[in-house]
Structure formats: structure tokens, C-alpha cells
């Protein structure tokens, strides 16, 4: 994290501004939980205009878009770059420091704030070896979920200099957002925040259970380069709502996407007998898809980059 008025003002950002002038613009990749879910939410109650930045396959936003639009909007309204770790929609995608700190060296030259959505910056530090910190230690503020397989029933972090952290308390009390009693939420964050390590096992889990659906014929796997807590999978010849649909009637929840695929996520309540079960509901359901079967000429792809 920089220091706090080292860098473009988030609260400044998050202003809409004098009537008239152009709207602040947040700009993050086209295909992140900000860009397909809070775009409103941001525009509505923050007055920030949402530009989606193309983003290449492990999720890192495209360096060269992204200095185009910065440079286009340069000196007419403030900007904030967020960048999203891991990338949820690239499986789960763990981005390293050198990627993260392309994006906030790139974001800073046009004087822009650069947030990290570090929601499972968790999981992408221990994918990577490497501390939180390292990650986050160029951006001007962090969210972090200490929900997110790391065990805590609700919660997050915000994290920046004083100044933000006071903006953002101000404008959460505006959305009616206090919260009283906090220390009941509180203490199972500070719980979460000793279990960092216990996500190794997690991916572990997760890698097993990858390789067991890629065994599935008719499966085709989302194969990040560095995965972590996140499995993407698709049956051929069956869309993700009715994977979805199937799997459930077999015991197993999993989310279908926009992208094609289903996600799986394994996380500390899950074991290896839930691993075990999870491809055998695939194989179950796969077996139900005449599209799904192999045919005569030999063996299906199993994998698929992001
Ligand atoms: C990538 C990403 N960012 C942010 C969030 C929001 O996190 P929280 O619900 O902990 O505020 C989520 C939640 O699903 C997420 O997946």
C-alpha cells in the first residue's frame, strides 16, 4: 500500500463532481465482478462512469487499451484503475507482483488511483509464495473478503490511507451501512485473517478435483496458469444452467457463468471424499449428454486456456 497522499484521491474519484462536468471514470476489466455487477451501483450512488478495459486470457487488464483510455481521458476528470486478483472469471487466475505492478506504474502515470478488488488476494499470495502484501503494496487501496474459503460467515477489509478509509466510512453511513455491534463480525474476520496459509490445501483440493473432471469425457476444463481456489469446467453439449441444474440434483452446487463454463469452488468444508463425489456427479451428468461422449475418434481435448 503507498503511503496516503501519494497518489490520486479515491475520495476525490468518488465524488460525481460539480453539476455538468464529466462523470469520474472507474476503469476495470470488461470481464470482473465490477465491471458485470456494481457498474450501477457505482454509477447510482458514487456518480462513476464504468469503462471496461479488454483484458488477455489470465485477466490482466491489456496494457496498451488501457494507456489509451487513460491517455483519452487524461485532464478531464479524475480516474480510478481497479484491477481485480485473483481473476475470478479466468478460473480463479492468481496475477503476480510484476503484473499488478505494470497496471498501478501505468494507472500512476496518468495520475490515476489504482484500486486492488483483492477480494482473494488471499488466495492469489498463497498461489504465488508470496506475502498479501507484496501484491498489494502498489495500490492506493485494497477490498479484501475474509469470506472467501477463509472461513468468516460475512466481511471484508477496506484498506487504504486515512483519508480514504475516513471518505469511504463517511459515504457508508450515507448508504445506511453502519454497523452496530461490529465486534460480532469482527472477531471471526480476525480468525480468518490466522487461517491464510490454510488455503494451500484448498488449491490442493482444488487441483485434485481439476484433474479429476478433466477425466470426464465430454468435459472440457478453463486451465488458468496459476489457479488457485477455482475450478471451471463445461460439458459439450450442455449449457451451464443445465450443468448447473443436473449437478444440484446430484448434491453438488455450482454456479453457471456467462462464459460458458460452471464454477466449482472448493474451499475448508470441503474433502477429498466431496472431491471424489463432485467428478462423479460430473460423470453422472456427462453420461445423460449424448454430445458429452467420446467418439470414435479418439480422445476429447481436456483443457483449454483461459
Ligand atoms: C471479484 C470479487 N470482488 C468483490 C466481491 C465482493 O466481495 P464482498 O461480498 O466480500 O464484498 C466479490 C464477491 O463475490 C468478488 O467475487
Known amino acids: 500500500m503507498r503511503p496516503a497522499g501519494d497518489a490520486g484521491d479515491a475520495g476525490d474519484a468518488g465524488d460525481a463532481g460539480s453539476p455538468g462536468s464529466p462523470a469520474p ?3 476495470a476489466g470488461a470481464d470482473t465482478h465490477m465491471a458485470f455487477l456494481e457498474a450501477d451501483g457505482l454509477r447510482r450512488f458514487g456518480g462513476l462512469e464504468l469503462v471496461p478495459v479488454e483484458q488477455h486470457p489470465d485477466g490482466l487488464p491489456d496494457l496498451d487499451s488501457l494507456a489509451a483510455l487513460l491517455a483519452a481521458g487524461a485532464g478531464v476528470a479524475p480516474a480510478v484503475v481497479c484491477l481485480e486478483n485473483t481473476s475470478m472469471m479466468r478460473s480463479g487466475n492468481a496475477l503476480d507482483a510484476a503484473a ?24 492469489a499470495a498463497v498461489a504465488l509464495g508470496v506475502p498479501p502484501a507484496q501484491l498489494a503494496e502498489p495500490a492506493d487501496s485494497v477490498a ?4 472467501k474459503g477463509l472461513g468468516a460467515p460475512v466481511g471484508g477489509l477496506l484498506c487504504g490511507s486515512r483519508a480514504y478509509v475516513d471518505r469511504a ?26 487461517r491464510l496459509p490454510d488455503l494451500a490445501a484448498d488449491h490442493d483440493r482444488a487441483a485434485a478435483l481439476a484433474a479429476g473432471l478433466a477425466s470426464v469425457p465430454g468435459a ?3 486451465r488458468p496458469p496459476r489457479p488457485t481456489n477455482i475450478v471451471m469446467a463445461r460439458l459439450r453439449g450442455l449449457a451451464p444452467d443445465a450443468c448447473a441444474e443436473r449437478l444440484a440434483g446430484h448434491g453438488v452446487r455450482v454456479l453457471p457463468l456467462s462464459n460458458g463454463y460452471v464454477r466449482f469452488v472448493v474451499h475448508r468444508a470441503h474433502d477429498m471424499i466431496g472431491v471424489r463425489e463432485a467428478v462423479g456427479a460430473l460423470a453422472a451428468v456427462a453420461a445423460t449428454v449424448p454430445a458429452a461422449r467420446p467418439t470414435t475418434d479418439g480422445d476429447l481435448p481436456d483443457g483449454e486456456s483461459p
Open 25 to 27: 471514470r472507474l476503469i
Open 100 to 123: 499488478t505492478g505494470a497496471v498501478a506504474a501505468l494507472a500512476h502515470r496518468y495520475g490515476a488511483h489504482f484500486h486492488l478488488d483483492g477480494a482473494r488476494l488471499a488466495h
Open 144 to 147: 479484501f473478503s475474509v469470506s
Open 169 to 194: 466510512r463517511e459515504l457508508r453511513t450515507w448508504l445506511g451501512g453502519s454497523l452496530h455491534q461490529a465486534g460480532v463480525v469482527a472477531a471471526p474476520a480476525l480468525v480468518a485473517l490466522g
Open 220 to 222: 472440457v476444463l478453463m
